[in-house]
């Protein structure tokens, strides 16, 4: 199970790398899970867009789900 860790105003938060939408890793770069302007996580392959501190879905085809917290 792959994982990453960001951080979001000082603090560290790690989930597995996987949307729970397609089920597909999030970064289609490696490494790269930011939107454009750093506020959130993205998934490459549909564009979902998550809240990094909670995981939660807040745009893009899954709202209300949430990323796997590691």
Same mark, same amino acid.
């Given at each position: 199970?792959?994982?990453?860790?960001?951080?979001?105003?000082?603090?560290?938060?790690?989930?597995?790398?996987? @949307?729970?939408?397609?089920?597909?890793?999030?970064?289609?770069?490696?490494?790269?899970?930011?939107?454009?302007?750093?506020?959130?996580?993205? @998934?490459?392959?549909?564009?979902?867009?998550?809240?990094?501190?909670?995981?939660? @879905?807040?745009?893009?085809? @899954?709202?209300?789900?949430?990323?796997?917290?590691?």
């Amino acid at each position: 199970m792959a994982g990453f860790v960001v951080n979001h105003d000082g603090r560290h938060y790690a989930y597995v790398n996987r @949307c729970p939408h397609a089920g597909t890793p999030l970064d289609w770069w490696p490494n790269e899970f930011l939107t454009e302007d750093g506020r959130h996580l993205i @998934c490459a392959t549909h564009g979902a867009v998550f809240e990094p501190d909670t995981g939660l @879905c807040v745009e893009g085809p @899954c709202p209300g789900a949430r990323l796997e917290a590691l």
